[in-house]
């Protein structure tokens, strides 16, 4: 809803869908360190396991249309299926809320749904207002930042996360998604 009132619907949407159904990358055995390295470049500077998602499945996007998604996918260790389930999910989402009238198309592309679609931190905003109050507190550390929340006290980086290891942050604050134990 946020995403529609914001006019950054097509990015949470994609961010929204991976958190819904399951990540798009695949990790192959005795690959594991090409794998984790090309998803901390999707990553960017960013700071974000969600805009990791986010950017995989825009380069995908470009390659369907005019490329090869499939090799797309094999060289960034990206399921291709998973990444059409997704887009699926996508449209779903888009029609709900255009029957709930929140937006007047159901294409999840559409210009006025993504006016501001290119600002990060507004996406990053609206995923906070999303996932709240799953909110950790970050505190630098020496190998690696220490994460807290209010229901748990300290937690941990998943290892797969592109900030694990990661020993200072931009920000004071992180969101998520689950917690593991």
């Known amino acids: ?11 949470v949407l994609t961010i929204a869908s991976t958190l819904g159904f399951k990540e798009p990358f695949v990790i192959p055995l005795h690959k594991q360190e090409q794998a984790d390295e090309v998803k901390k470049n999707f990553s960017g ?9 986010l ?22 260790f990206l399921a291709h299926n998973t990444l059409q389930m ?3 999910m996508k449209k779903q989402f888009t029609e709900l809320l255009k029957d709930i009238g929140f937006v007047n198309n159901s294409n999840p592309k559409h210009e006025l749904a993504n006016i501001k679609s ?4 507004l996406v990053k905003a609206v995923l906070c207002a999303g996932l709240y ?3 950790a507190n970050i505190t630098p550390g020496k190998r690696t930042a220490k994460l807290y929340t ?3 006290g300290k937690v941990k980086f998943h290892p797969k996360s592109v900030n694990y290891g990661v020993p200072s942050f931009s920000s004071k604050f992180l969101i998520y998604h689950t917690k593991v134990k």
Request: glycine share 6%.
């Open 45 to 53: 500077d960013s700071e974000s396991d969600h805009i990791a998602f």
């Open 133 to 135: 109050p799953n909110v």
């Open 55 to 76: 950017r995989a499945f825009r380069g995908w996007e470009r390659e369907k249309n005019g490329g090869n998604p499939r090799r797309y996918c094999w060289d960034n």
């Open 118 to 121: 290119e600002n990060m931190k």
């Open 1 to 11: 809803l946020f995403a529609a009132m914001f006019s950054c619907l097509d990015p």
């Open 86 to 88: 997704l887009e699926n």
């Open 150 to 152: 209010q229901q748990d």
